[in-house]
Each structure stands twice: as C-alpha cells, then as structure tokens.
C-alpha cells in the first residue's frame, strides 16, 4: 500500500522508487503484482503514468486511510504501554477527598491529559475486594488491611481523628471538651466489617476514656455518618481533615491523645504501565 501510495502521488516510477529508497524495477514488478492480485487495472499507462483508473482511485483512498490507521494503532499501543493513555481506575476512601488526592489527581491529569481516571469512593473493605477481583487499579484507604495479603501498601497521607458533635448540642459549646464528655452520648459509627482496623482505634480511644461507645445508628462512609451527626442524629469521631463538612452544623473538637494519628495508604495488587505511572507521580510529589 505505502509503494502504490507512492507512485500514485507522483505519477512516475523514478520519482516514487527513489523516495521509497528502492530501485525502480522492483517496484515496477510490486505494482504488477498489487494489480495481479486484486484482479484490476490501477495505473492508466502509456509512455508514461496517466493517471489512476477509477479503481486506482478508490484504492489509493482506502490504502492512505489503512495506513493512516495502523500507524495509528501503533501508536495507541505504545502509549498505553508506556501508560501516556488509558482508564486509570482509582478507589478511595471518602476523608481521602479532603486531603492529598485532590491535588494529586489534578497535578496528574494536566501532565498526562489522554489519561481518564475513573473515581469510585468506597470503603476500605470494598476496595479491598475490588483490588482483588481487578475492579479497581489503586485504593486510597486505611490500614491495618484483613485478608488482604495479595495488596501491597505504600504511604500516602496522614490525618488524625476528633470528635464530631451537631452544633445544636449543648457540648459543642464547651471550649475544653474532652472525650470522656462524650460517654452518655449516642454514637454514629460505621461497619466495623467495612473498616475493622479503623474502627478498633476508635472503641481503643473511647475505652481510654473510661467507656465504652453507645452506638445506636451505623452508617456506609464518612459522609454518611457526618450526614447524621449534623440533623442530631449522634456525635461521632472522624478523620479531622473533613472538619469544614458540614461545618454550619456540626462542632468538631480535637482529641488530646498520640492515638489519634493515622495513615492513609495507596493499596494495589498488580500495576499496570498506567498505575505504574500514577504511582511515581504520587512518590515525585511528596
């Protein structure tokens, strides 16, 4: 196709032979051949090339697009090798979103543009099972991980936990609350299945504090259980870099205790050139 490109475009073996870098016999006998093969008549000849014969025509216009194509193809397929394109599937865990990720996600879209990043906000537990059954590229979640021996970790960011009271409450006008006020209190908590390790911390902190959490609703994410301390459902204790959610309701308070810091961590399974990608741009950006 590129040889009868060639002489179609300049209508002359010499010409065409010479910019293909060839002799102009073989590529005589190529397009002999091409006709041959196709059972038609592309040239019109006499001294010298006239012309393409309709079928010539139809040819030539294909051939440029079919070429066009593969060198399309072929570069598609370099860069989704080398993850300069693709669909990057990333979970996270909803306190992610006021933290690092933000910027990260930005920061990597202005520098890989034909990358498409499919964001899905879950649990640490169902980003676990999403890594496994492939679902998902890269989770944003909470260590300590069960089951979960086939992901690896690496650090993300870090945060620490306060207490979340709706600012209806008389407690949220105490300057020095501590978390032992909170012990009569109802609790909002999540699933301790959705996030075991993180929800252990928090029983820990509350029994530090000489009590044992009255839990009366759960709910499915952070923001979710914010959602419900802000109409007066309970207090709760959350991640404090969500503290301007639902500030105009709720009455976030600090927890004096060393137990309060936690990681969030990039969870993956196997990485793919894109993942790779999104990954050293994570690191480069500490």
């Known amino acids: 196709m590129e040889q009868f490109i060639a002489v179609a475009e300049e209508l002359h073996f ?34 010298r090339i006239l012309g393409l014969t309709l079928a010539g025509k139809v040819f030539f216009s294909e051939a440029c697009e079919t070429i066009r194509q593969a060198e399309k193809t072929i570069i598609s397929t370099r860069d989704v090798a080398e993850g300069r394109t693709g669909l990057l599937h990333l979970g996270y865990v909803g306190s992610a979103l006021y933290g690092r990720l933000p910027d990260i996600i930005r920061g990597f879209r202005e520098s890989h543009p034909q990358v498409r990043i499919e964001l899905r906000e879950d649990t640490t537990l169902a980003q676990v099972t999403a890594l496994q059954d492939g679902k998902l590229d890269i989770g944003v979640l909470l260590p300590p991980l069960e089951r979960a021996d086939s992901i690896n970790l690496i650090n993300f960011d870090n945060d620490r936990l306060c207490m979340a009271i709706p600012k209806a409450h008389p407690l949220s006008q105490c300057s020095e609350l501590t978390l032992a006020d909170l012990a009569n209190e109802p609790f909002i908590l999540w699933p301790m299945l959705e996030g075991r390790g993180f929800h252990l911390r928090v029983i820990r902190l509350c029994a530090k504090a000489g009590f044992v959490p009255m839990v009366t609703q759960e709910a499915h994410g952070m923001h979710a259980v914010l959602s419900l301390v802000s109409v007066g459902g309970g207090v709760s204790i959350v991640p404090q870099s969500m503290s301007n959610f639902c500030h105009e309701q709720i009455s976030y308070h600090p927890i004096s205790d ?13 990485l793919s050139p894109l993942a790779r990608k999104f990954i050293h741009f994570i690191q480069e950006e500490r």
């Open 258 to 270: 060393p137990e309060i810091e936690f990681e969030l961590a990039i969870g993956y399974r196997h």
């Open 14 to 47: 010499h010409r065409a032979a010479k910019r293909l870098n060839m002799s102009q016999p073989p590529l005589t006998n190529a397009i002999l051949k091409l006709e041959k093969d196709l059972g038609v008549t592309l040239l019109e000849r006499g001294n």
